[in-house]
């Protein structure tokens, strides 16, 4: 686990709901896989990880992508026997203003946030389509991931530099998600 290092000293995250004993936490690769969407144990990310070198053998990390640990990590738990948290926060994270994380939080046009929600539904689809080769549920998979579409999207509304922005944005999102149901038949 990590906790970031900002300009006004370092911020820790409180585990105890995800640790409840603030040990461990031991998953299959195939529950871990489950908890992607909304990060349930706060793994998703690259940074603070320790992962078997051997796993990483023909894995690729897309580019050009923001946010691309999201889209790309969860391609390794498969190969895992076991995926093991602890709520130990051993890694410092520095997290700036100008860096990927703190442009993300800076409020944003309509267009700005379509540019980053892209990124994102980029991994979302990507995620999905791994699912459903591995014969997931996908009935549960659709839905969660529309389900994580509308809080990510209610989020990044949040970020809009004007109403009309917010407005414009929400709708966009909307299509999107009508979209995926019509493909998903849902």
């Not at 998703?44 to 051997?54: H, M, N, Q, R, V």
């Not at 390794?76 to 442009?103: F, H, W």
């Amino acid at each position: 686990m990590f906790f970031y290092i900002r300009e006004d000293g370092d911020h820790y995250f409180d585990y105890s709901p995800f640790f409840s004993d603030l040990k461990m936490v031991k998953l299959s690769s195939t529950e871990t896989l489950e908890t992607v969407l909304f990060d349930k144990h706060q793994i998703i990310e690259l940074a603070g990880t320790l992962i078997d070198s051997d796993l990483y053998k023909g894995w690729t990390c897309a580019q050009g992508i923001m946010y691309e640990d999201f889209g790309n990590k969860f391609k390794l738990y498969p190969r895992a026997n076991e995926v093991v948290a602890v709520s130990e926060q051993l890694y410092g994270y520095r997290q700036r203003d100008d860096g990927t994380i703190g442009k993300t939080k800076q409020k944003k046009t309509f267009l700005e946030e379509v540019k980053i929600s892209n990124n994102m539904m980029a991994n979302v689809e990507k995620y999905v389509y791994y699912m459903e080769l591995m014969n997931a549920d996908d009935k549960k998979i659709h839905t969660d991931a529309i389900n994580y579409i509308t809080s990510y999207s209610l989020y990044r509304a949040s970020m809009s530099k004007s109403e009309e922005d917010k407005n414009l944005y929400l709708e966009y999102m909307d299509k999107y998600k009508e979209k995926l149901k019509r493909y998903w038949n849902i």
